[in-house]
């Protein structure tokens, strides 16, 4: 059974891309394996946006502040989050309430 966290905020350029990349690594430390067998072991985290606009790189404070916690977010673009996300989420943190309310109301399978 896979497992899909979501990480969201309005942009998708700072907060919940770097939130997501802290929580996969700790994940991955807490399981005992990499990031990259995150995947492998059924698990996905990653992060979307309530208005980002698509490809968007991640903003200059987020890439500082990950390079402060040893993560890189040089990678990363933004996305919105999708039906066939919504569908398959354990579980979305979101930023704000009014993106908890946002999303809810776009994908109420959430």
């Known amino acids: 059974m896979s497992k899909v966290f979501v990480f969201a905020c309005t942009g998708n350029i700072g907060r919940s891309p770097l939130a997501a990349a802290v929580a996969r690594r700790r994940l991955a430390e ?19 946006g309530t208005h980002a606009p698509p490809r968007f790189r991640a903003a200059r404070f ?3 502040a990950g390079d402060e916690v040893g993560v890189d977010l040089r990678s990363h673009r933004s996305r919105r ?30």
């Open 30 to 48: 807490a399981l005992g394996i990499s990031e990259t067998d995150l995947a492998g072991n059924g698990i996905e985290v990653t992060s979307v």
């Open 62 to 64: 987020a890439i500082a």
């Open 81 to 110: 989050m999708n039906r066939k996300l919504a569908e398959t989420v354990t579980r979305v943190y979101c930023m704000e309430q009014g993106q908890v309310e946002h999303l809810v109301a776009k994908y109420p399978v959430l």
